[in-house]
């Protein structure tokens, strides 16, 4: 309104005047659409910058991106909280296709011609505060983009990650990188860039019993930029031919963990890199600070299990030379529960407590039917095969969580677990 007003009355207007009356409107015209619009400015001088920010309630944040080179022709701009959802877009006005709404968030911001400074939008509408980290960080023009060959997701790129989880396992899912290209080149085509990238996926772990908000971002941090991902995380698996854009991993109740996944591709002898929007879990469905909102309550039934089952086990280590059957029906109880809880956990789908019940009067069946078989056969192989696959089971199991074995191949872990056993 202000500005057509003002161009008429005066049709030969400088240039810079015109500017400075296109930019008050811009300022009028945005600061009019919501009551409380701060902003805050990241240079991008190498390759990324990083700030904290307490978001106010109800309130949005513009976040303005400088001094971008033209040689770098995307960003990722990343906001992580832990509270409430945010929602971050590409324009003010917030639609379904170029926003994201979450608590792991994250954008590809691409520059045209010789832009330096792009601008996205950041909105709590939230009823409380909430602190946060934005990061950003420069794409590599010839190295992949993360999400750059989205199918799923609602964004046209989509460089976050998402997080689904059932009582035993969270499933990761991300979508396929594309090959970055120049400034307003077209890019590549995702059928020719698919079989090229491979992706390795990096988990990192919060201190346990730690839910507070310090842990949480530096952690987060960590998990930003490829070089800090590599420097002070494990890799998980690495995916090559034909990768699947979904992975399962144990649920560890109570335990903060941060994913994140590398793109990667080699180009001339050289390898090309970028990381997604690392995603965090604390392995439990709806996270609050209350003292009972994430922790694992173990049951009455189940301590008593425990505890009848160590005093047993105190006796059959100690007693155990003179009386046999005791020791059989030891062994064949903790290896009916192991095998019980392994196949219960993975093709029926009960809940955590159901399948540890389950396991339970597995195990007990299992160690009287063990019990029987030596009463009849009376053969000693039967102890042997007891009491070896349970500390096989149990050397295994130490190799596989210490930092000799980075377990990278799941069916390699089985292999060894299995050799060990025999
Ligand atoms: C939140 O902000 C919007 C826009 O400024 C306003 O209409 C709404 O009343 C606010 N809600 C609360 C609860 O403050
Ligand atoms: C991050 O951005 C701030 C604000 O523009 C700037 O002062 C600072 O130097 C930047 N840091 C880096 C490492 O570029
Ligand atoms: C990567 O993240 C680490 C940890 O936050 C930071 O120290 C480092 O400067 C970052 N590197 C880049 C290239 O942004
Ligand atoms: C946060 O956003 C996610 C994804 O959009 C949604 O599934 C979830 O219900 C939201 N949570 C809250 C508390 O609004």
């Known amino acids: 309104m202000m500005f057509s007003v003002s161009r008429s009355p005066f049709p030969i207007m400088s240039k810079s005047l015109s500017g400075l009356f296109v930019s008050i409107y811009l300022l009028c015209f945005s600061s009019g659409l919501s009551g409380s619009e701060d902003s805050i400015t990241l240079s991008l001088k190498t390759d990324g910058n990083r700030t904290r920010y307490t978001l106010h309630r109800n309130s949005s944040l513009v976040i303005n991106i400088i001094n971008v080179p033209t040689s770098i022709s995307a960003v990722t701009c990343q906001v992580h909280t832990q509270t409430g959802n945010l929602t971050l877009s590409e324009q003010p006005r917030v639609f379904f296709h170029n926003s994201i ?6 954008l590809v ?9 792009k601008q996205v939008w950041l909105s709590n509408l939230n009823q409380e505060d909430v602190p946060v980290l934005i990061v950003i960080t420069a794409l590599d023009s010839f190295g992949p983009i993360p999400g750059g060959c989205n199918m799923e997701f609602p964004t046209e790129i989509a460089p976050y ?5 059932d009582s035993l396992k969270v499933y990761l899912e991300f979508q396929h990188a594309s090959f970055g290209s120049r400034r307003d080149e077209p890019p590549t085509k995702c059928s020719f860039s698919l079989p090229y990238v491979t992706y390795d996926i990096y988990v990192l772990f919060l201190e346990e019993n730690d839910f ?9 941090e960590y998990m930003s930029n490829v ?3 590599k420097e002070h995380s494990s890799k998980a698996k690495s995916y090559s031919l034909h990768p699947d854009t979904r992975f399962s991993f144990l649920l560890y109740p109570n335990l903060g963990v941060v994913y994140n996944v590398i793109a990667k591709f080699t180009l001339n002898n050289e390898i090309k890199e970028s990381a997604y929007v690392p995603v965090v879990s604390y392995g439990c469905s709806s996270f609050d600070f209350t003292e009972t909102g994430c922790r694992i309550k173990y049951s009455f039934k189940g301590k008593l299990f425990l505890f009848l089952i160590s005093i047993f086990g105190f006796i059959v280590a100690f007693f155990g030379h003179s009386f046999i ?3 059989i029906l030891f062994f064949g109880l903790l290896v009916s529960f192991f095998v019980g809880f392994i196949l219960t956990g993975k093709y029926l789908s009960f809940s955590k407590e159901s399948t540890a019940e389950l396991s339970m009067v597995i195990g007990i069946l299992g160690g009287i039917f063990f019990l029987f078989l030596w009463l009849w056969l009376r053969h000693p192989i039967i102890l042997f095969l007891l009491n070896g696959f349970v500390f096989g089971f149990l050397i295994s199991a130490t190799i596989v969580y210490t930092p000799l074995d980075d377990c990278s191949r799941f069916i390699y872990c089985w292999l060894l677990c299995n050799a060990v056993i025999l």
């Open 101 to 106: 709404t979450g608590k792991n968030i994250g």
């Open 212 to 220: 507070g908000e310090s842990e949480f971002f530096k952690k987060v």
């Open 227 to 229: 070089s800090s991902i």
């Open 325 to 327: 059957s005791g020791v």
């Open 161 to 165: 990650l998402r997080l689904k989880s």
């Open 109 to 117: 911001i691409k520059l045209h011609n010789s832009e330096s400074e």
